[in-house]
């Protein structure tokens, strides 16, 4: 890969690696822009094939955070960051603190968060040496379980989707397929359910279907069949680029809306779709709710006002769907369309100067003579 290359396609601004022999840790810091404000993005912990396919992965990942936070409405960049290990043995209090130690020295450029591998108690130890952090344990401060933001935020999302579909907002009496049961799943069944909606789920674990029958009356479908159950809402919140050539012709909904993330393999696929007369709610756009959550955090935490502001992801979802019939595209190039149109126009704002700092030195040569 020629990193460089790469950085200059997309632009980004900053990448660091991060290694300390004593701790094991070998780490990936990525700042993709800060035109809004400091870069925010979890901290993922993964075994990785190569440390190529750390970075790769740290470079898309950060560059979504940007998208997510312009289109959220928050005064926030995009960045991301990746430790190289296992999570299930290679976590130590030393790591975390290590990892911490290099944050601190970007100065605030850079906020890191809970992610795929990481935890609040991980988030704690980072937070030990650095106070650019956020998502750690409400013991310790800060905004605790991200997953019900996420969860209300999708279903914001949806409502706005089914209000474009079928005339209005309600989810009562629709059908909703669900796929993934994980912490974000399960709490968007459980408003679902309290919204009237019809369930159908399918997870890998068979505890977890159970529990959600047992709970919300669901429909339980085998995990390889609850991409073509009929539904009129199909909700991918498990693992992303569920939307592929295999999956496509299965398809039997007229909405797709969910909180994986990278739901599309390949850009096309949203092309596809709406050919289709699938409306898709972009998956940047609609799981952003963790991410505005634990946003909060940096105002002093107040559940109130982070719920008021995820509730605000309908609005984002219906100027998605404008803003494609604005320019007959794609629901997912209209959400980036979205997001750099907030960008360009706090990057084209004018720049005055506010005093040289030779000045400062000119003064004190003075006062010294």
């Known amino acids: ?90 976590k130590s209090e030393a790591l975390f603190r290590s990892f911490g130690r290099y944050i601190e020295t970007l100065g605030g450029r850079y906020i890191t968060a809970e992610d795929v591998g990481t935890s609040t108690e991980d988030m704690a130890n980072i937070q030990v040496e650095t106070s650019y952090v956020v998502g750690v344990d409400k013991t310790y401060g800060g905004s605790g379980d991200p997953s019900p933001f996420t969860a209300l935020g999708v279903l914001q999302g949806m409502r706005a989707c089914v209000e474009e579909v079928f005339g209005a907002p309600s989810l009562e009496g629709r059908t909703v397929a669900v796929q993934g049961l994980g912490h974000v799943g399960y709490h968007l069944c459980r408003l679902l359910d309290e919204e009237g909606a019809n369930l159908i789920v399918a997870d890998v674990r068979a505890d977890r279907v159970e529990q959600a029958v047992g709970e919300f009356g669901a429909k339980p479908v085998p995990p390889e069949e609850i991409i073509s159950a009929p539904c009129d809402v199909f909700a991918p919140c498990a693992l992303g680029a569920v939307v592929n050539d295999e999956s496509l012709p299965r398809l039997r909904c007229q909405i797709i809306a969910g909180s994986a993330n990278n739901v599309l393999l390949e850009p096309r696929h949203g092309e596809e779709l709406a050919r289709r007369g699938i409306l898709y709610a972009p998956d940047y756009v609609i799981n952003a709710g ?57 990057a084209g704002m004018v720049r005055l100067h506010t005093g040289h700092p030779y000045g400062h030195l000119q003064r004190r040569s003075r006062e010294r003579l």
Not at 26 to 37: D, E, M, P, Q, Y
Not at 79 to 86: L, Y
Not at 294 to 320: C, F, H, P, W
């Open 1 to 90: 890969m020629q990193i460089f290359e790469k950085l200059e396609e997309y632009r980004y601004e900053q990448v660091v690696f991060c290694h300390d022999k004593a701790t094991g840790l070998k780490a990936i810091i990525v700042i993709h822009n800060t035109t809004l404000g400091p870069a925010l993005g979890g901290c993922r912990m993964y075994p990785y094939e190569s440390e190529e396919a750390a970075v790769v992965d740290c470079l898309r990942l950060a560059r979504g955070m940007t998208y997510k936070a312009a289109v959220s409405g928050l005064n926030l960049g995009g960045g991301k960051s990746v430790i190289i290990g296992d999570p299930e043995r290679d």
């Open 290 to 346: 963790g991410l505005i959550n634990v946003a909060d955090e940096l105002e002093g935490y107040n559940a109130q006002r982070a719920t008021s502001r995820v509730m605000r992801i309908y609005d984002a979802v219906k100027g998605v769907i404008a803003i494609s019939k604005r320019d007959g595209v794609p629901t997912h190039v209209a959400a980036d369309t979205l997001a750099l149109e907030r960008i360009n126009s706090i």
